[in-house]
């Protein structure tokens, strides 16, 4: 895949779970490499995982495209696309090209997820309600997205 490929599916995960910006170049740049250092990052990105996957649940978690959430996947977005582009060694025009793409993908990815959370709790099936059940979802399609292109790096 192309960096614009890889750059709009990440921004889309990151729409989806801000976490990813940092799970999927962590998890390239560090893939095949052992000791402390490697373990250490992709620990603290599994952290970030967990987290925002347990906050996401409670409902006094803030809109994905309210301020300055919203920002965040932006920023996100834009540098996770940018942080992969460079794990993959691609040049330095890939990297601007990857912030742009990364950035408008986790602007599309953010409503996109916001549309389905609304669909599933209002016009869904009933198995999607409480309003979780969509989350979980939703953080396992994330979670396989930003798998996917960990594993598909291009070291």
């Known amino acids: 895949m192309g960096v614009v490929i ?13 976490s990813a910006a940092i ?8 893939r095949g490499r052992h000791g402390p250092g490697p373990a250490l990052l992709r620990g603290l990105a599994a952290l970030a995982v967990l987290g925002e996957t347990a906050g996401d649940k409670l ?3 803030p809109p994905r495209t309210a301020f300055p959430a919203f920002t965040g996947r932006l920023v996100g977005g834009a540098l996770g696309a940018v942080a992969l582009s460079v794990v993959e060694r691609r ?10 793409v990364g950035l408008g993908a ?7 997820g916001t549309a389905w959370r609304r669909w599933a709790a209002t016009d869904g099936p009933d198995a999607l309600r409480p309003d979780w059940r969509a989350a979980a979802i939703e ?3 994330v979670q396989t997205v930003a798998g996917g292109l960990v594993r598909t790096s291009h070291r």
Do not use: F, Q
Request: aromatic share 4%; no cysteine; charged share 10%.
């Open 59 to 61: 409902p006094s978690a």
């Open 139 to 141: 953080d396992a399609l």
């Open 106 to 112: 986790a602007y599309a990815g953010s409503y996109a």
């Open 6 to 18: 890889r750059s709009a599916v990440l921004g889309l995960a990151v729409g989806g779970r801000a």
């Open 23 to 30: 799970r999927v170049p962590v998890g390239a740049g560090t």
């Open 91 to 100: 040049s330095p025009g890939s990297h601007v090209v990857a912030a742009l």
